[in-house]
């Protein structure tokens, strides 16, 4: 993937969000479930860190595959600043790569690959973060982000 794809997820608000109609830069994250650990603190930090997006011109937007339902009360419950999508038929997850098979306790499943992916004012891709670990992650990417 060299470009922004051309997909629609849909926002909190229930309205779809036409990724390449999103202003830009922009960063797209993708985690596995809203209200689990990692994906909490992860929402958290880019949340805690979105004046500084803002401030640098970045657009950021959260991408699973839960319900537009859950979205909002994850983002409720947390306080969440940033931007969530639901991607109930997994057509963005497919998109960018991200739903596949993964492990967890011995058992094999489908899920969706935690991953980030920084585009430029052209929709083009200038950084992919593959199997991120979240401490500090959303501190990288601002770093990158800054830099456009």
């Not at 931007?83 to 109930?88: C, G, R, V, Y």
């Not at 998109?95 to 899920?111: H, I, N, P, S």
Request: contains cysteine.
């Amino acid at each position: 993937m060299e470009t922004l794809p051309d997909v629609t997820a849909t926002g909190v608000d229930g309205a779809s969000l036409r990724l390449r109609d999103l202003p830009r830069p922009l960063v797209v994250y993708f985690y596995p479930k809203d209200d689990t650990p990692g994906c909490t603190r992860e929402a958290q930090d880019f949340s805690a860190l979105s004046d500084d997006f803002a401030g640098a011109g970045v657009g950021v937007l959260g991408v699973s595959r839960d319900t537009v339902a859950k979205h909002a009360k994850f983002r409720d419950k947390h306080a969440l600043t940033v931007t969530l999508a639901s991607d109930l038929d997994g057509s963005v997850t497919e998109a960018f790569g991200v739903w596949g098979e993964k492990q967890l306790y011995g058992k094999t499943y489908m899920g969706i690959e935690r991953a980030t992916f920084l585009f430029d004012r052209e929709a083009k891709l200038v950084q992919a973060w593959r199997k991120v670990k979240v401490p500090g992650h959303a501190t990288a990417v601002l770093d990158a982000a800054k830099r456009l």
